[in-house]
């Protein structure tokens, strides 16, 4: 699949909370997200441009309320700004294609695996199931599922 943009179709169609989160760069309440616990296999991609973004393969329990992973399946479509809201500074995690806010990364992830913990609100995301990811146009990045 190619072509991601920030779709204003898909804007309209988000649920108040996913707007909040992506267009507001709003944070979903701790472990009230759909897909803390989700242990399928697949992709994670934008809700809002569909742009490929984490692999299951690299999401892991991390106990902090949010879905984590260790790294981005396709680096290119993160974009990684610092963030001083809130009295600290942190580094805001956006979508490159559809500049929708994601969450934040922070270096305490599993050394193993790099030492980053990519701390993304399920909101920003649509889970796409390795079963369905070639009839969404996904099928080069199976392998990346693992």
């Not at 396709?74 to 805001?92: A, K, Q």
Request: proline share 6%; with cysteine; net charge negative.
């Amino acid at each position: 699949m190619t072509g991601y943009r920030k779709d204003p179709q898909a804007i309209a169609r988000l649920t108040p909370e996913q707007f909040r989160v992506t267009q507001q760069s709003g944070t979903e309440r701790p472990y009230t997200g759909e897909y803390l616990g989700n242990k399928r296999r697949g992709i994670y991609v934008d809700v809002v441009s569909g742009e490929p973004l984490f692999a299951s393969s690299e999401k892991y329990e991390s106990g902090c309320g949010w879905p984590s992973f260790t790294r981005p399946l396709v680096e290119r479509n993160i974009r990684e700004l610092t963030d001083t809201s809130h009295g600290m500074t942190r580094v805001e995690v956006r979508s490159e294609h559809g500049d929708s806010h994601l969450g934040h990364v922070f270096p305490d992830g599993p050394r193993e695996a790099g030492g980053l913990r990519y701390c993304i609100n399920s909101a920003a995301l649509r889970f796409v199931p390795i079963e369905e990811m070639e009839d969404e146009g996904y099928g080069d990045l199976i392998d990346a599922v693992g």
